[in-house]
């Protein structure tokens, strides 16, 4: 620290300032002054051995009676030290400009001191941050340290001289300081008049003191208490460290080791950053200091500063005037895998792309390992990359395949993750049992250049020399031969991995082969248990551990040298460095030939599967689909088309399949939860996409943004959870759609019936047609929450004639085709025979979608899309007048075929429904 050079008058009118120099009361100041002299003396005769210099005669608590006027003597000392090394620094300095320019002798006055404050500033300035503590007793490397290079001490002896003397007194001013420590640890927590304790000015100025401490005082309850406390910042020792851009990685992630993980929440007065948002800011971020403050307290992930930002947050964000260096994009990636690890998919996807400057939103997994009837092949494959154009995330929390057509589709499905962009998967569970034969190097391929936390490839007798080195829990699956076994357990196997903490062996057995196979477990963990005592451990031990009927588990323990990573396992700073580490072995027996359960079709919501004759189509249906494709055919090429804004339609349902030929899907998202979270293009029961189907068939040009819900079966119906329906009308509106249209059966919950309410009076509000399929069958069984609103449009089944259909009795809404409607599937070609007023529902998002299109085509709409989507209902009315009580849409009076095949055809229907639908408002 430099010299006080304000006057008495301005330091009595700033009592609020921090003082720059340690002014001690004049009866603390002599007793430290006889302590400094007769330990200097001590040190001169017999060399730096503390421990010989007894402190019981000095008293050193009394030092403490004015500690909270100007501090202990442990400020006063520390003041010193710092003092003493600027000396040295601005002799340097002198040195320096002698030996660059030594003909120059007439520098300005005024000039020398400015150069002195700024070298006083500039001087702590470490050149490499991760350089480790250097000890001061080491005369040789701290001369080197503050004296500079040899070749520039020849041109001042007398300076290099003073420079000496100042390093013999910083050494044994230091060891004062380890010494009264080591007697005294309590004094380390006293504060000064600023109420800043001696630990909090080490930690925010120096590097080599706050390394000795940390190395040479034993962790007892004083200094951790010291670490702990708080300054008038709320800072700790901890904050202040991470603050200092001198302290080397080694140093600050022993002070992380030492304090409690309280600490590591805790957040400053003003800018509320934790430890976790200062480590991130540091000019060069450390990943191992991130990881060791992830690892210790989680929660910091989340936390938020004054700018309402998390540590991740507050890294992308950064001003792009900001140094951006590989280290933060290092530390970008680490931070990101422990929000996907630690949170789940939606409350990641909220905190990963909660500002738009940090980019658009990205799928964090890809659920496949439940397509019902359907194996991932080629054709598979290419609508993933050309029709869905999937963000996918560099980083997934799940990936989950079924069974793969063809070994080669394995290699093709990993390549398309690779072409993402993606580098990291923390689950991979891929169903590969009773599949096409091929060899492990399949496996190995399909893997390379990915990095694995858990490993799920459901192959027998799989070898792992080869595999992912990072993997940490695994599942492997066995059929009972010795030599897999064996070379599971030997030095290629599972001891290659060495961040491996779990193993999960599945055992494919026999009556015959049961007793066979457990012999067989026991030689596996007694060779692991001889090979890590060989290799890592001596003294590493096996243990069973508490298990159900058809489990055996045992743990594997052992200490091993170890980086401060924050991984798994602890370690103690005062110890040589060996970290607790163990792996979990569970064994699972399952009879041989064990298949999966399959999960048949779930029958629409309501709907009654119908077996009409295929002659007797509906006339409807017909007519409308006709009159779209005539349309399409006017439309003509691409870039016609182009020209026109697209209609968007929200399907709330169970997601859609595919490959879907000449379907259009803007964006999805699931909204399952629990271990039934699939994509939203992986359909559970193909509800969703029959109601695509019969959308597109009445509006080709649509396009789709799907929402798949949470469903469950209950009493043979279909039932949606409120939650996912809320949230999935929420996501919706978001995207901007024109037309929402759900065809659901909802679980009734009073906890969510608010939170429904108000997203349908948000879609209202924003103009959104939304319709609901009415509920078939008895409806005082179960009524239907969606009818009779004035937010949405209800919607029952019809029959070909247009009466209401006889599972289908509604008081308000409308009535479209819904019994036995004839339309053929565009995957397979074959003609099926569809009933229940969700197809009535998806035919009337259709219709809706075509009259806002045809809208669209016209050189000057006939009105606004949003004023149009809001007189959809009247527009409705429009078309089912003259049908009686029955309210059935009768389309054929203004939907004629020749108005298809022009602007003017299409401009007179438009132009008819709007003046039509005004004349019934009041």
């Given at each position: 620290m430099g010299k006080d050079t304000t006057t008495p008058a301005s330091r009595r009118g700033n009592r609020a300032k921090t003082p720059k120099v340690f002014r001690p009361h004049p009866s603390a100041s002599e007793k430290h002054s006889q302590l400094v002299k007769a330990f200097e003396e001590h040190h001169l005769k017999s060399g730096p051995s503390p421990a010989e210099f007894s402190l019981d005669g000095w008293k050193i608590p009394l030092f403490l009676l004015n500690s909270h006027r100007h501090g202990t003597i442990l400020h006063k000392l520390f003041n010193d030290v710092e003092e003493e090394k600027s000396r040295i620094r601005i002799n340097r300095s002198k040195i320096d400009e002698d030996v660059e320019d030594p003909i120059e002798d007439d520098i300005d006055e005024d000039a020398n001191e400015d150069s002195d404050e700024d070298l006083n500033e500039d001087s702590d300035d470490d050149p490499d941050e991760d350089t480790e503590y250097v000890d001061v007793k080491d005369q040789d490397s701290v001369a080197r340290e503050f004296s500079g290079p040899e070749r520039n001490r020849d041109p001042n002896k007398a300076q290099d001289t003073k420079n000496e003397e100042s390093m013999r007194k910083i050494e044994c001013w230091e060891d004062l300081i380890l010494l009264i420590i080591k007697k005294y640890p309590q004094i380390m927590r006293e504060p000064d008049m600023n109420g800043l304790t001696f630990m909090h000015n080490v930690a925010s100025e120096s590097e080599n003191l706050l390394s000795r401490i940390l190395n040479e005082v034993p962790p007892v309850e004083g200094l951790v208490t010291a670490l702990e406390t708080t300054q008038k910042e709320d800072k700790t020792c901890l904050h202040l460290a991470l603050e200092n851009p001198k302290l080397s990685k080694a140093t600050i992630m022993k002070v992380i080791l030492l304090v409690d993980k309280k600490v590591l929440g805790m957040v400053s007065k003003h800018e509320k950053k934790t430890p976790l948002h200062l480590a991130v800011q540091r000019t060069s971020p450390d990943a191992g200091v991130v990881q060791l403050l992830v690892g210790k307290w989680p929660s910091a992930l989340t936390a938020e500063d004054h700018n309402v930002k998390s540590p991740y947050q507050l890294l992308t964000t950064r001003s792009s005037e900001a140094p951006h260096t590989p280290s933060h994009e290092k530390i970008i990636e680490l931070l990101k895998y422990y929000v996907i690890k630690e949170l789940d998919n939606d409350d990641a996807e909220a905190h990963l792309y909660k500002y738009p400057e940090i980019g658009p939103h990205r799928h964090l997994r890809l659920q496949l390992g439940r397509l019902v009837d359907k194996q991932i092949d080629k054709t598979f494959i290419d609508c993933l990359k050309k029709d869905l154009h999937l963000p996918l995330e560099s980083i997934l929390s799940k990936v989950s395949l079924p069974a793969l057509n063809g070994s080669e589709h394995h290699l093709e499905f990993f390549d398309y993750l690779r072409d993402k962009k993606v580098t990291r998967i923390l689950n991979l569970a891929v169903a590969d049992m009773g599949t096409q034969d091929h060899c492990d190097g399949l496996i190995e391929d399909?893997?390379?250049?990915?990095?694995?936390?858990?490993?799920?490839?459901?192959?027998?007798?799989?070898?792992?020399?080869?595999?992912?080195?990072?993997?940490?829990?695994?599942?492997?699956?066995?059929?009972?031969?010795?030599?897999?076994?064996?070379?599971?357990?030997?030095?290629?196997?599972?001891?290659?991995?060495?961040?491996?903490?779990?193993?999960?062996?599945?055992?494919?057995?026999?009556?015959?082969?049961?007793?066979?196979?457990?012999?067989?477990?026991?030689?596996?963990?007694?060779?692991?248990?001889?090979?890590?005592?060989?290799?890592?451990?001596?003294?590493?031990?096996?243990?069973?551990?508490?298990?159900?009927?058809?489990?055996?588990?045992?743990?594997?323990?052992?200490?091993?040298?170890?980086?401060?990573?924050?991984?798994?396992?602890?370690?103690?700073?005062?110890?040589?460095?060996?970290?607790?580490?163990?792996?979990?072995?569970?064994?699972?027996?399952?009879?041989?030939?064990?298949?999966?359960?399959?999960?048949?079709?779930?029958?629409?919501?309501?709907?009654?599967?119908?077996?009409?004759?295929?002659?007797?189509?509906?006339?409807?249906?017909?007519?409308?689909?006709?009159?779209?494709?005539?349309?399409?055919?006017?439309?003509?090429?691409?870039?016609?088309?182009?020209?026109?804004?697209?209609?968007?339609?929200?399907?709330?349902?169970?997601?859609?399949?595919?490959?879907?030929?000449?379907?259009?899907?803007?964006?999805?998202?699931?909204?399952?939860?629990?271990?039934?979270?699939?994509?939203?293009?992986?359909?559970?029961?193909?509800?969703?996409?029959?109601?695509?189907?019969?959308?597109?068939?009445?509006?080709?040009?649509?396009?789709?943004?799907?929402?798949?819900?949470?469903?469950?079966?209950?009493?043979?119906?279909?039932?949606?959870?409120?939650?996912?329906?809320?949230?999935?009308?929420?996501?919706?509106?978001?995207?901007?759609?024109?037309?929402?249209?759900?065809?659901?059966?909802?679980?009734?919950?009073?906890?969510?019936?608010?939170?429904?309410?108000?997203?349908?009076?948000?879609?209202?509000?924003?103009?959104?047609?939304?319709?609901?399929?009415?509920?078939?069958?008895?409806?005082?069984?179960?009524?239907?929450?969606?009818?009779?609103?004035?937010?949405?449009?209800?919607?029952?089944?019809?029959?070909?004639?247009?009466?209401?259909?006889?599972?289908?009795?509604?008081?308000?809404?409308?009535?479209?085709?819904?019994?036995?409607?004839?339309?053929?599937?565009?995957?397979?070609?074959?003609?099926?025979?569809?009933?229940?007023?969700?197809?009535?529902?998806?035919?009337?998002?259709?219709?809706?979608?075509?009259?806002?299109?045809?809208?669209?085509?016209?050189?000057?709409?006939?009105?606004?899309?949003?004023?149009?989507?809001?007189?959809?209902?009247?527009?409705?009315?429009?078309?089912?007048?003259?049908?009686?009580?029955?309210?059935?849409?009768?389309?054929?009076?203004?939907?004629?075929?020749?108005?298809?095949?022009?602007?003017?055809?299409?401009?007179?229907?438009?132009?008819?429904?709007?003046?039509?639908?005004?004349?019934?408002?009041?």
């Open positions: 399909c893997l390379q250049g990915l990095t694995i936390d858990s490993l799920d490839w459901q192959r027998e007798d799989v070898f792992i020399s080869n595999l992912c080195p990072d993997i940490k829990d695994l599942c492997l699956y066995s059929s009972g031969k010795k030599t897999v076994l064996d070379h599971w357990s030997s030095k290629r196997g599972l001891q290659c991995l060495k961040k491996l903490e779990s193993v999960k062996i599945t055992f494919f057995t026999t009556p015959l082969s049961k007793e066979r196979i457990r012999t067989y477990r026991v030689e596996f963990l007694n060779r692991m248990l001889e090979r890590k005592r060989k290799d890592r451990d001596s003294e590493a031990v096996m243990e069973p551990l508490p298990h159900d009927t058809s489990t055996r588990s045992y743990c594997l323990k052992w200490k091993e040298a170890q980086e401060f990573t924050g991984e798994r396992g602890s370690r103690n700073p005062s110890t040589s460095g060996r970290i607790s580490r163990e792996i979990t072995f569970d064994f699972v027996e399952r009879p041989k030939h064990m298949t999966a359960p399959t999960e048949g079709r779930i029958s629409e919501p309501g709907g009654i599967d119908g077996k009409g004759d295929p002659d007797n189509n509906n006339l409807w249906y017909q007519h409308m689909h006709k009159f779209s494709i005539h349309l399409e055919d006017f439309l003509g090429d691409e870039y016609s088309r182009k020209q026109y804004e697209k209609v968007k339609v929200a399907i709330i349902d169970d997601g859609i399949d595919v490959p879907f030929p000449g379907l259009k899907i803007g964006k999805g998202k699931s909204f399952c939860e629990g271990d039934d979270d699939l994509e939203f293009f992986v359909g559970a029961g193909g509800h969703g996409t029959l109601m695509a189907r019969f959308a597109q068939s009445l509006s080709p040009q649509t396009v789709f943004y799907v929402a798949r819900v949470h469903d469950f079966i209950n009493s043979g119906h279909r039932m949606c959870t409120a939650r996912s329906v809320r949230r999935a009308i929420n996501w919706a509106i978001d995207m901007g759609v024109d037309i929402i249209t759900m065809s659901l059966s909802l679980d009734y919950d009073d906890t969510e019936t608010a939170a429904l309410n108000t997203a349908l009076r948000r879609a209202q509000d924003k103009k959104i047609v939304v319709f609901c399929a009415h509920r078939d069958g008895d409806v005082a069984q179960q009524p239907n929450f969606f009818a009779a609103r004035s937010d949405t449009i209800s919607i029952a089944a019809a029959t070909s004639a247009g009466r209401p259909a006889e599972f289908a009795n509604q008081k308000d809404g409308f009535y479209l085709p819904g019994d036995k409607i004839i339309t053929k599937n565009p995957t397979n070609g074959k003609l099926t025979n569809e009933t229940g007023s969700s197809i009535s529902t998806a035919l009337a998002a259709g219709l809706a979608a075509h009259i806002l299109y045809c809208n669209e085509m016209l050189p000057k709409p006939v009105l606004e899309r949003e004023d149009l989507r809001l007189s959809m209902k009247d527009i409705f009315e429009v078309l089912c007048k003259g049908s009686g009580s029955d309210r059935f849409l009768q389309v054929w009076k203004f939907f004629e075929h020749e108005n298809a095949t022009s602007l003017e055809g299409i401009q007179k229907i438009t132009e008819q429904l709007v003046r039509s639908s005004k004349q019934l408002k009041p």
